[in-house]
Antibody
Framework: EVQLVESGGGLVQPGGSLRLSCAASGFTFSNYAMTWVRQAPGKGLEWVSTISSNAESTHYADSVKGRFTISRDNSRNTVSLQMNSLRAEDRAVYYC?????????????WGQGTPVTVSS | DIQMTQSPSSLSASVGDRVTITCRASQDISKYLGWYQQKPGKAPNLLIYDASNLESGVPSRFSGGGSGTDFTLTISSLRPEDIATYFCQQYDDLPLTFGGGTKVEIK
């Protein structure tokens, strides 16, 4: 059974940093691209970042480029999102999701999400 | 960026009704479209991929159609457990983009 479990969310002040992690199990993690998607309170879904299966390519939404960094550890089956210079508008539930073997594809499994609040 | 426009933004229908949601892409995305169902407080769940392929385990009352710029998600006979918000998503190109969502309620 595929499982994705996010952790690391919480309350942070504007300008602060947070590191989200997603632990994956139930599939051959190193074969699949992984992604982060966020959802602000009462809003729709926003793609944040994607990393290829071998970590050689990473991609970001313009809204987070230069502030967020995605990474993965295929030996530990984890994908992470380092979030720096956080802003009030970054407040959202952050989901990690499994992609196809390539970076362009549907998200067939999602974690339960971890909430991030940016407030002083 | 490819813009995805969903309509309607909300709808109310009776149990047993046929429900259709549309999604329009701002440019040709071929078949590279997915549909997701999201129930309150839960993560989204993939229903349809490549515009018309039913994801494993999804009830057959859900179906998808279209190609190019115009797509539909149809629920052939609405059930109470289908109450949710539905999102389309294109994966033809980066940045990956979602439609604004359609909230489905029971009349």
């Amino acid at each position: 059974e595929v499982q994705l479990v996010e952790s690391g969310g919480g309350l942070v002040q504007p300008g602060g940093s947070l590191r989200l992690s997603c632990a994956a199990s139930g599939f051959t993690f190193s074969n699949y691209a992984m992604t982060w998607v966020r959802q602000a309170p009462g809003k729709g879904l926003e793609w944040v970042s994607t990393i290829s299966s071998n970590a050689e390519s990473t991609h970001y939404a313009d809204s987070v480029k230069g502030r967020f960094t995605i990474s993965r550890d295929n030996s530990r089956n984890t994908v992470s999102l380092q979030m720096n210079s956080l802003r009030a508008e970054d407040r959202a539930v952050y989901y990690c999701a499994k992609l196809s073997p390539v970076i362009l594809g549907p998200f067939d499994y999602w974690g339960q999400g971890t909430p991030v609040t940016v407030s002083s | 960026d490819i813009q995805m426009t969903q309509s309607p933004s909300s709808l109310s229908a009776s149990v047993g009704d046929r429900v259709t949601i549309t999604c329009r892409a701002s440019q040709d995305i071929s078949k590279y479209l997915g549909w997701y169902q999201q129930k309150p407080g839960k993560a989204p769940n993939l229903l349809i991929y490549d515009a018309s392929n039913l994801e494993s385990g999804v009830p057959s009352r859900f179906s998808g159609g279209g190609s190019g710029t115009d797509f539909t998600l149809t629920i052939s006979s609405l059930r109470p457990e289908d109450i949710a918000t539905y999102f389309c998503q294109q994966y033809d190109d980066l940045p990956l983009t979602f439609g604004g969502g359609t909230k489905v309620e029971i009349k």
